[in-house]
């Protein structure tokens, strides 16, 4: 009787055979989830942060740039101007960021910007409503104008254009003698596809 007792524990099999399967399930939705949450939250941080964009353009002053199809160098003799021409366009109409100030900087990294060419406190030409995003139309914002020689010229056309908000946050400018780059570029073109296939849901609805 023993025997056959200890042949049956012998041939029976293990106890709960199903939980290294069921672990293995579970570890793999959690896993899932995890992925499809992040990436989802990384694609919404791309469309919605920060809630608008920046452009700017360079206005010379002393100098035709069309007509002399040139920027100045070394051998023009005299003082040349450039006056940064920025355009902020609202993509979220919830995000209200009064803009502050417009700086012109050597490098690309507000908390190590090298020499800075030019600073204009928006508090001092504007009213609040006129530099505050989440408005309808574009925000129109005129930086601060840098005069120097021809030698410098080209220095500055390609420097970084910023905005400062009252809450102390640093946004960079597409400029045409800087183009954003990286994550910020990713960023602007995700936001661009978003927000156009947006505008057309909404005009064929009304």
């Known amino acids: 009787m023993s025997y056959e007792i200890a042949?049956?524990?012998?041939?029976?099999?293990?106890?709960?055979?199903?939980?290294?399967?069921?672990?293995a399930i579970f570890v793999g939705d959690v896993l899932a989830v995890l992925f499809v949450t992040g990436t989802t939250s990384f694609l919404w941080y791309?469309?919605?942060?920060?809630?608008?964009?920046?452009?700017?353009?360079?206005?010379?002053?002393?100098?035709?740039?069309q007509e002399m199809k040139r920027l100045p160098n070394e051998s023009?003799?005299?003082?040349?101007?450039?006056?940064?021409?920025?355009?902020?366009?609202?993509?979220?109409?919830n995000v209200k960021k009064v803009i502050t100030i417009v700086r012109v900087t050597e490098r690309a990294?507000?908390?190590?910007?090298?020499?800075?060419?030019?600073?204009?406190?928006?508090?001092?030409?504007?009213?609040?409503?006129?530099?505050?995003?989440?408005?309808?139309g574009l925000l129109k914002l005129t930086g601060p104008r840098i005069m120097c020689q021809g030698g410098k010229f080209r220095q500055i056309?390609?420097?970084?254009?910023?905005?400062?908000?009252?809450?102390?946050?640093?946004y960079q400018a597409e400029s045409p003698g800087n183009a954003v780059k990286g994550i910020a570029k990713l960023r602007q073109d995700i936001q661009k596809i978003?927000?156009?296939?947006?505008?057309?849901?909404?005009i064929k609805l009304r």
């Open 194 to 202: 978003f927000y156009s296939a947006k505008q057309r849901i909404l």
């Open 157 to 170: 056309f390609h420097s970084p254009i910023f905005i400062e908000t009252s809450d102390g946050e640093f």
């Open 7 to 23: 042949a049956i524990c012998q041939t029976s099999s293990a106890p709960f055979p199903f939980w290294p399967e069921m672990w």
């Open 76 to 93: 023009d003799a005299g003082n040349f101007g450039l006056m940064p021409n920025i355009s902020v366009t609202s993509y979220d109409m």
């Open 46 to 65: 791309l469309v919605k942060y920060p809630g608008f964009r920046v452009g700017a353009n360079w206005i010379p002053i002393g100098w035709d740039i």
């Open 109 to 136: 990294d507000p908390s190590d910007p090298g020499e800075i060419h030019g600073v204009l406190y928006l508090s001092e030409t504007m009213t609040v409503d006129a530099r505050t995003t989440g408005g309808v």
